[in-house]
């Protein structure tokens, strides 16, 4: 009772700190609906380095793209288009940018798959040898320095990628891509660094390759890539199969944060180009009232040189 008497009696006096407390809660909570910025970059060499691309300061994610080959006993094999030649060695220099980009805050995620090339798991045990490959080039595991290193050759060298990103697109198999997200969710341990996994299912929903590893809510953002499928994306102006799409996505109940993928310019990406000025009027104030909203994913860093279209919407995502 004393206790209670004497809460209260500080309750009038504290009446201007309970008030500070009320705005540091509100522009905490504003800012967590606030969104980020998604970008894609490894498929051009005309689109600048990945320090470049960090140094914007417009991206929250860079997906380093893509390693396209792996799976089914198959040797993998990253492809980085005009950067840098992975088979000779020659892009190890992007480690010390993927780590100058995370000293931004930026998350750098390396992405498989994508509309070009050969990937696919056989079995079980295939996905579990990949998941250690992954680890041992690409994350935590057999870097200088961490115990267990034998200096093998890790193609990007000794950065460690904030986590998996899985662009998954085309697959002679739609199975065992829950098992491949198990398994590297499996490195996730107690004061170990975390490895973030990312998704970019094509928004015909349920995704043919994603959904089952999407139920297993293992994922920590997801970038629905609303464009190549009239079903679901925006069409000459009208943005109602856009918007029902992603009022599908965003009642999933499985996934944690919700991006809109889209393409940063008019004549790429099967089409769903958005002008900059729509988005913002029209989709933004939509897409930004659901829980999970998240923010943009856009293809890619470079359609959006060519547009500027991050520029345009970062200060409204
Ligand atoms: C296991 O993965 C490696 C890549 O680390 C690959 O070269 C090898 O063929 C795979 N082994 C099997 C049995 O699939
Ligand atoms: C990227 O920036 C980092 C940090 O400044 C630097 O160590 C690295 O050499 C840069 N890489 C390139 C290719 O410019
Ligand atoms: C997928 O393609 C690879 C490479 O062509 C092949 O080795 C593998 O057997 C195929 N997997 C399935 C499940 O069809
Ligand atoms: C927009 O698209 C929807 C779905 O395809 C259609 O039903 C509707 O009539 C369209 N609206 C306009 C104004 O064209």
Redesign the pocket.
């Known amino acids: 009772m004393r206790t209670i008497m004497h809460a209260l009696d500080h309750k009038i006096m504290s009446k201007k700190l309970l008030h500070l407390i009320s705005l540091l809660l509100f522009s905490f909570f504003t800012r967590s609906y606030s969104g980020g910025i998604s970008i894609y970059w490894g498929q051009n060499g005309f689109e600048g380095t990945l320090n470049e691309t960090c140094a914007t300061r417009r991206y929250e994610f860079v997906n380093v793209a893509f390693l396209n080959v792996f799976g089914?006993?198959?040797?993998?094999s990253l492809n980085l288009a005009g950067h840098c030649d992975p088979s000779s060695g020659g892009c190890t220099v992007v480690g010390p940018e993927v780590e100058y980009c995370q000293s931004l805050g930026v998350k750098v995620m390396l992405s498989l798959g994508g509309a070009i090339g050969n990937y696919g798991f056989s079995s079980k045990?295939?996905t579990r040898?990949?998941s250690?490959?992954l680890w041992?080039?690409f994350l935590g595991g057999k870097v200088i320095g961490n115990r267990g290193n034998t200096s093998s050759y890790r193609p990007l060298g000794n950065a460690v990628f904030d986590g998996i990103d899985f662009a998954i697109d085309q697959s002679n198999s739609t199975r065992h891509w829950d098992d491949l997200a198990r398994y590297l969710a499996r490195y996730n341990r107690r004061g170990k660094r975390k490895v973030y996994l990312t998704a970019a299912p094509l928004c015909p929903f349920p995704s043919k390759y994603l959904d089952m590893a999407l139920k297993t809510r293992l994922f920590d953002y997801v970038w629905v890539q609303f464009y190549g499928h009239t079903s679901c994306q925006y069409i000459d102006g009208n943005i109602t199969n856009l918007i029902n799409s992603w009022n599908v996505w965003s009642s999933t109940g499985y996934i944690k944060r919700l991006f809109m993928g889209l393409p940063a310019a008019k004549w790429v990406a099967g089409n769903g180009y958005i002008p900059a000025d729509v988005l913002k009027s029209q989709v933004l104030p939509v897409i930004k009232k659901s829980r999970d909203y998240g923010g943009v994913m856009l293809w890619s860093k470079y359609w959006d040189d060519t547009t500027g279209y991050s520029p345009a919407i970062v200060n409204s995502v």
Request: net charge neutral; no cysteine.
């Open positions: 089914s006993g198959q040797s993998p045990k295939d040898n990949f250690r490959y041992d080039n």
